[in-house]
């Protein structure tokens, strides 16, 4: 065993998620049409390509007044069709739509529900000096940073995007992830026969990876024998940029996956989680080619480490940055032992977050119900804050 994996063992909870995190090489940016970024992440900055908003804009339906009141009426201006009368005189008043063009000159837009318009003239309060009008460029300048490298592209962000005439974006792609559920004792349909176990990480994987911002591009069922299986099925996954092996985690005579590792000279990154449920998850590189995640068998272990080691890296692939956990107070009492995180699945409905229970390491009850899964530390008192990983967007 190198002297590295020996510092990547048994790792604190929130020091594997950095070292996934760190270890990730951003895959190359590609450029996409709008309509193909949705989840992707930004690899430039997004700089307004114009002023936002572009032209001195109404806000209001009513009348773009110059001067003092009483004003005569001089024209109209609606939105895609300007007033073309050039400067508005004092005196003078353009009725307006909302979204239209304000005229040169114009004083301020005086809404229609506080004008009296008759016959070409319109009376009204004097309304203040730009009032209702939505000034060139005072949402952001020409030029300015609207997002930072690293965003990932959401309904917002598409809006704001198109708002200023984007077509295309700089993005990194989802990075493609392969799975290898592990298991001699699995079957795929229907309910288990004696000893048998119905998988329940296949059914999960697909939408786990694409919410972390990974793409399964392919999932693959493997039995513990023959012995040389495992490492055939990791070897077809060679071009992806991940591959994610459930089960065979551990130190039993089916578990290869730790053996298989060191027999390919992979880079260890964490071996070993400090961590209930979870522990024996692991993260390494094979020589030139993917990352390799063991996920535990156990589903409810497998689901906390795929947000302890497959969401950072997935974050790092794609450029984005590990942001801060979200934390709440943690109000009933969940012991973790000493130098042991706790993962538990908890209800967000009030000030605080609550355990609720269902959280074996094979069961999965608590966490289909769960907002989040808190991190609990060794000797956190309830009341006091704790990490969360969100569960519901
Ligand atoms: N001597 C030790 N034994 C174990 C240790 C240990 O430290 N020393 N750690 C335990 C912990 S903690 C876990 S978690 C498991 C991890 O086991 P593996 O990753 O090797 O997984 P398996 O042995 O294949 O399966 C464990 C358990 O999960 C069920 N399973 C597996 N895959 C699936 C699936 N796709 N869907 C549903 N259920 C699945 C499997 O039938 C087993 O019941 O090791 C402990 N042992
Ligand atoms: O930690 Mo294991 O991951 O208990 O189920």
Partial sequence: MTADRETRRDVPWATAREYAH???????????TLDRAAGLVLAADLVAATPLPAFDTSAMDGFAVAGTGPWTIVGSARPGRSWTGGRLEDGHAVEISTGAVVPPGTRAVLPVERATADEGGVSGPTPPNGKHIRHTGEDAAAGARLAPAGTRVGPALFGLAASCGYDELLVRRAPAVRAIVTGGELVRHGRPGPGRVRDALGPMLPSLVADLGGRLDGLVHVPDQPSTALGEAVEAAADADVVVVTGSTSVGVTDGLRRLLGERGARWIVDAVACRPGHPQLLARLRGGPYVIGLPGNPFAALTAAYTLLGPLLAGL????????????????VPAPAGRTRVVPVAWDGPGVRALGGDRPAFLNGAALGDALAAVPHGIEPGQPVPLILLRG
Avoid: F
């Fill in 318 to 333: 794609s450029g984005r940055v590990l942001g801060r956990l979200p934390q709440a107070p943690l109000i009933t009492a």
């Fill in 22 to 32: 760190a270890a990730a090489e951003p895959t190359p940016p590609v450029r996409v």
